[in-house]
């Protein structure tokens, strides 16, 4: 009986303490899942505060586009509040809906997309580029979409932007390049490398003395580039280059220093434009300037000469006239022989002097020949265009030809007619105020046997009382260093060799017309008529 109390006590006291250390297992569990709570808590609360303050949007929706949960991003960007998280359906941001199928067709065969560009639009209509990472997943049984989106309206822009000046840079027919300090091409567009005939590898990274045939250019390039380096100021060059294909051509090339953020030159942009064109036009023009000079110092002389010879031949048919008579007299009376002796001489003196006169006048007939043959107006009035286009592009004047190619050719002196209408063209352009929509027409007609010219400008006119000295010999209403008063003067003499007639209209302020009439088949050489109509 007391061993079995004993066995009891026992008993008890065992189950005591069994059931003490359960309870501290248990605390001890329920210690740990509190703190896994806590710490699940506070990961929950990390994450969402993570997913809200994401700067990209995250969202997760249903396949047919229902937003189950959102983060703030995802909602600015489409429009809504939270509160109004339910009544969105992606459906509906798609500014094109065949993007959002293209993006679930893909999901389907890959499982997630990314870097999928679309145009989304907000509530508020106003349309943004998104990029974005699409992932299928389960979620509470259903399949799910995890979406980011990523805002790159700007970078969108930005690109398009980009895009236009490629398009502009790679358009140019001007070579446009970037160096660096050490004159190595870093940049260039595809006219740069047909200038120099090479593909871009064998430009990129090189300097002139690398790439360029003419080593006495390529120094010079060099020079250049580094006096825009040492002095940070914008250099401009005219120079010739051997191009692809030894082709010598001119190019004028500006090149602008490139600065650092501290103002430091770290390179330099260039653009070289071809002016070969140009430069023999000019040169073109030069020339033919200096011929006018030569045929207008000729013209000079021979007026003067004509005018001379004309002058003097009056008084000395008077002075011989007298002279013959004189002696006529004195033959029949007694004189001293050296009085007769003096008559002689001096009627031989006359003789000489009318005979320097005449010389005068054959020089004034010479300086105005020239060889007489079928010309082509059209073709001479396109030429002279070409040579003054430059010039009358400064003057904002368009010059332009109406009916020329209906004309026959004429029987006249080509250069004659080259020089008439370089001549007219030229004062229609001096005539011009600088105003924009100024233009000169060159109009011919066929009046039965006769070509008839207009050379009409809208430029200031020509004030009344000049009308009836236009065509005079060094009247001029320009500066006198600029011009000799020869040129209309030339053009009336041109015209009466041909057997025509020249004549002008004008209304000050309105502008002018100047006439030229001449028969088709030439004419002989007369004195040509001239006068304001």
Request: net charge negative; charged share 25%; aromatic share 6%.
């Amino acid at each position: 009986m007391g061993v079995d109390r004993g066995a009891e006590a026992y008993d008890k006291r065992t189950s005591k303490a069994e059931l003490l250390k359960q309870l501290g297992i248990l605390r001890s569990r329920v210690a740990e899942l509190e703190q896994a709570e806590r710490t699940a808590r506070e990961a929950k609360l990390r994450w969402e505060a993570l997913l809200q303050n994401a700067p990209v949007g995250i969202g997760l929706a249903t396949r047919q586009g229902q937003i189950i949960q959102a983060n703030d991003a995802m909602l600015r960007m489409i429009g809504y509040s939270r509160a109004e998280m339910g009544q969105i359906n992606l459906k509906d941001a798609y500014q094109d809906p065949s993007r959002r199928e293209q993006l679930l067709k893909q999901l389907e065969t890959y499982g997630f997309v990314t870097d999928f560009d679309a145009v989304l639009q907000c509530r508020c209509g106003s349309l943004y580029h998104a990029s974005l990472a699409v992932r299928q997943l389960a979620f509470n049984g259903q399949d799910m979409l995890l979406t980011s989106a990523t805002d790159v309206t700007r970078r969108k822009v930005a690109e398009e932007e980009v895009k236009s000046y490629q398009f502009i840079v790679e358009s140019a027919q001007d070579a446009i390049f970037l160096k660096d300090a050490q004159s190595r091409y870093l940049i260039a567009n595809q006219k740069t490398f047909e200038v120099f005939g090479l593909p871009a590898e064998q430009v990129l990274g090189k300097n002139d003395r690398e790439i360029m045939r003419d080593a006495k250019t390529a120094e010079e390039n060099m020079r250049a580039d580094n006096l825009v380096f040492t002095t940070a100021q914008p250099l401009e060059t005219t120079k010739r280059m051997v191009c692809a294909g030894d082709e010598e051509r001119w190019f004028q090339t500006v090149k602008v220093p490139r600065l650092d953020g501290e103002g430091n030159v770290i390179g330099l942009v260039g653009i070289a434009r071809d002016v070969t064109s140009a430069k023999r036009a000019n040169d073109e023009l030069a020339m033919y300037h200096a011929r006018r000079a030569e045929s207008e110092r000729l013209a000079s002389l021979g007026t003067l000469s004509a005018t001379l010879a004309h002058q003097l031949a009056q008084p000395l048919t008077v002075i011989r006239m007298s002279l013959e008579n004189t002696l006529a007299t004195l033959d029949r009376t007694s004189v001293p022989g050296g009085v007769i002796e003096e008559l002689n001489a001096g009627l031989r003196g006359v003789a000489n002097a009318a005979g320097i006169a005449d010389r005068f006048r054959r020089f004034a007939r010479k300086s105005s020949e020239g060889s007489r043959g079928e010309v082509n107006l059209q073709s001479i009035a396109e030429g002279v265009i070409r040579l003054l286009d430059e010039r009358a592009w400064r003057v904002h004047t368009v010059v332009r030809l109406e009916g020329m190619e209906t004309l026959p050719p004429v029987h006249a002196s080509e250069t004659d007619m080259e020089q008439l209408f370089f001549v007219l063209v030229e004062n229609a352009i001096d005539a011009a105020d600088g105003k924009k929509n100024q233009q000169i027409v060159i109009r011919g007609t066929v009046q039965g046997e006769d070509i008839e010219l207009r050379f009409t400008d809208n430029g200031c006119g020509i004030a009344p009382e000049n009308l009836d000295k236009l065509f005079e010999a060094f009247f001029t209403t320009k500066s006198q260093n600029r011009r000799t008063g020869l040129g209309l003067c030339i053009a009336r003499d041109i015209v009466a060799r041909a057997g025509g007639r020249i004549w002008v209209e004008s209304q000050p302020g309105e502008g002018s017309i100047f006439y030229v009439a001449m028969p088709i088949r030439g004419g002989v050489e007369s004195e040509g008529e001239s006068h304001g109509r």
